[in-house]
Each structure stands twice: as C-alpha cells, then as structure tokens.
C-alpha cells in the first residue's frame, strides 16, 4: 500500500507563493505517476499537474501553465508542486495522487490519494 501526505498550503495574497509537498511511502514510490488536483467548495474536483515516475513527462492545466511546475526527488520519495504568482481562484484543497498508469492519475481514477492541504489567496 502507498499512503500519500500533504503539506506547505496556507494562506498568502495575490501574487505570492507557496511550494507543496507530498510525501510518499513504500519502495514503489518510484515506479509511480504523481499528479495535483485541486478542489474548490461547491465545484468539482481538477486536475492541475503531473509527472512520471522518472520525471521527464508532465502535463499541466491551462490555467496554471508558466505559474506551476511540479518536480519529485525520487531519493527523498517526495513530490513536489510550486506555485507562484497566485490567483483568487487557486483557492483550493489540493490533493496529490499517485497510480502506476500515468493516464489514469490524469484521468482522476489514480489508486492512491492524499488527505489535502488547504490553499487560500486573498484579494
């Protein structure tokens, strides 16, 4: 079993940044795909980001194309989502997923999942 945790969200302002991090157990850590989501209140679930388990594929969301990079350092079995200039609406929990398929954590259908972190930016 993988079990994934969050950590880094808070409250910032506009413009501002903040790195999240999700570390993950087990020895398959390595093998897997690691993606964001993020969930606003009363909307559904998106997808934000992701990266392969060797890291030379990601894929992004649109709406945070050239502000977001996600990375992972395999060695400290860790995934990680920085996000600069801030929007209002990046307000979210973001949650990270895992699975072994890139195309179904990109899907929402990843087998593993973390408990959030919460994300606000004020205006």
């Known amino acids: 079993q993988v079990q994934l945790v969050e950590s880094g969200g808070g409250l910032v302002q506009a413009g501002g940044s903040l790195r999240l991090s999700c570390a993950a157990s087990g020895r398959t850590f390595n093998t897997y795909a690691m993606g964001w989501f993020r969930q606003a209140p009363g909307k559904e679930r998106e997808f934000v980001a992701i990266?392969?388990?060797?890291?030379?594929?990601?894929l992004y969301q649109d709406s945070v194309k050239g502000r977001f990079t996600i990375s992972r350092d395999n060695a400290k079995n860790t995934v990680y989502l920085q996000m600069n200039s801030l929007k209002p609406e990046d307000t979210a929990v973001y949650y990270c997923a895992a699975d072994s398929s890139f195309r179904s954590v990109v899907a929402g259908s990843g087998d593993y999942w973390g408990q959030g972190t919460q994300v606000t930016v004020s205006s």
């Open positions: 990266i392969s388990w060797r890291g030379g594929n990601t």
